[in-house]
T-cell receptor
């Protein structure tokens, strides 16, 4: 049982480039989330989804877009990467609205 | 601004001692959760306490919740070197409980 899988695990971008982070979960969870983690800042919620075809903004949504075309996948896109988006990105999912989050292992992104 | 704030930011203890971490939050919640993160890894769920509960135990973990003070504490008894990690509290950001907001975390170091 893979749980939550993030790809890629590492990526280096130049300022202005675009990329997509993929999150896949095999637990049939309704809810999926993207967080970023920066030193001294803890985790901050970027966007989330409460079901296939839905998305909602979190604490720090600017500069990111997301899509949930399939229940098992949640994509995080950066249209024009900036050095301020250098971070570790975590995807998570949960079954119900009061459930625990299951996290992926993270994707480390560096924007030069 | 973040919902939950942990205190202290860092804690160093000897094996066998107890470790206590505190979390304060700002608005009413449905439940509060505690997570653990080993260095370089994703977060792992430890325990969930609902707003109508005052105390909960799981193995060496004891969590309390005081909704009147908007605070929670996590006690790890008889700490081990393997407990070295960062610990985060998380609270839901809306009444639907669809998204969790994390604090900045407490870094626990247990030396043998």
């Amino acid at each position: 049982n893979a749980g939550v899988t993030q790809t890629p695990k590492f990526r280096v971008l130049k300022t202005g480039q675009s990329m997509t982070l993929l999150c896949a979960q095999d637990m049939n969870h309704e809810y999926m989330y993207w967080y970023r983690q920066d030193p001294g800042m803890g985790l901050r919620l970027i966007h989330y989804s409460v079901g296939e075809g839905t998305t909602a903004k979190g604490e720090v949504p600017d500069g990111y877009n997301v899509s949930r075309l399939k229940k098992q996948n949640f994509l995080l896109g950066l249209e024009s990467a900036a050095p301020s988006q250098t971070s570790v990105y975590f995807c998570a999912s949960k079954a119900g609205y009061t459930g625990e989050l299951f996290f992926g292992e993270g994707s480390r992104l560096t924007v030069l | 601004s973040q919902q939950g704030e942990e205190d202290p930011q860092a804690l160093s203890i000897q094996e066998g001692e107890n470790a206590t971490m505190n979390c304060s939050y700002k608005t009413s919640i449905n439940n509060l959760q505690w997570y653990r993160q080993n260095s370089g890894r994703g977060l792992v769920h430890l325990i969930l306490i609902r707003s109508n509960e005052r105390e909960k135990h799981s193995g060496r973990l004891r969590v309390t919740l005081d909704t009147s003070k908007k605070s929670s504490s996590l006690l790890i008894t008889a700490s081990r070197a393997a407990d070295t990690a960062s610990y985060f509290c998380a609270t839901d950001i809306n009444q639907a409980g669809t998204a969790l907001i994390f604090g900045k975390g407490t870094t626990l170091s247990v030396s043998s």
